[in-house]
């Protein structure tokens, strides 16, 4: 049974830094895409960043490179996306996606608030 558990969201203020992190269990997320969407009030949902299986290529969302980084550790099948320089616009609830044979799975989503 696949199953993703997202931590690490909260309050922060504009400049600061926050890690999520996604657990997963059920399957080995390394032989998958493994993704971070965030979706905001009022919004779509929209794809932040991705990592792929085996070398583990990233990509970002415009509005996010330079300031995101995916990654992951096999050993404990989790990703993590560290999330620097952040901005008020960045205030979202943030979901990890594991993309298996064209389906996507869906954690239950961690909010991110980013005020003064």
């Known amino acids: 049974q696949v199953q993703l558990v997202e931590s690490g969201g909260g309050l922060v203020q504009p400049g600061g830094s926050l890690r999520l992190s996604c657990a997963a269990s059920?399957?080995?997320?390394?032989?998958?895409?493994m993704s971070w969407y965030r979706q905001a009030p009022g919004k779509e949902r929209e794809l932040v960043a991705s990592i792929t299986s085996g070398y583990g290529h990233t990509n970002y969302a415009d509005s996010v490179k330079g300031r995101f980084t995916i990654s992951r550790d096999n050993a404990k099948n989790t990703v993590y996306l560290q999330m620097n320089s952040l901005k008020p616009e960045d205030t979202a609830v943030y979901y990890c996606s594991a993309t298996i044979w064209g389906r996507n799975y869906w954690g239950q989503g961690t909010q991110v608030t980013v005020s003064s």
């Open positions: 059920g399957f080995a997320l390394s032989n998958y895409v």
